[in-house]
């Protein structure tokens, strides 16, 4: 069993910056790509990025390429998203996730495991 705890949320003017975190527990943590997504109300949960399990690659949609970056630290089983330039748009619940190795490099991974979920509002 994999725990995902994220934190870091929380209010922030447009065009500020956040870093979330998510902790995870379990000796498997570098074994295994990770991913943050998002979900605002009335919507979809959509991909923001992933990581490989070594932390090497990442890659992203479209559509969030260049505010966001993944990162991870293997020696303290944490996974990061730094946002910059945040919009309003950005307004939503972030999640982590646990990929399987094998949906690593999907636009639609299946996932493992989900964190709880932290908010992010980005006022005008």
């Known amino acids: 069993q994999v725990q995902l705890v994220e934190s870091g949320g929380g209010l922030v003017q447009a065009g500020g910056s956040l870093r979330l975190s998510c902790a995870a527990s379990g000796r498997t943590f570098s074994s295994y790509p990770m991913g943050w997504f998002r979900q605002a109300p009335g919507k979809e949960r959509e991909f923001v990025a992933a990581i490989a399990a070594n932390g090497r690659e990442t890659y992203y949609p479209n559509s969030m390429k260049g505010r966001f970056t993944i990162s991870r630290d293997n020696a303290k089983n944490t996974v990061y998203l730094q946002m910059n330039s945040l919009k309003p748009e950005d307004t939503a619940v972030y999640y982590c996730?646990?990929?399987?190795?094998?949906?690593?490099?999907?636009?639609?991974?299946?996932?493992?495991?989900w964190g709880q979920g932290t908010q992010v509002t980005v006022s005008s």
């Open positions: 996730a646990q990929i399987p190795p094998s949906d690593y490099g999907r636009l639609r991974p299946r996932i493992s495991y």
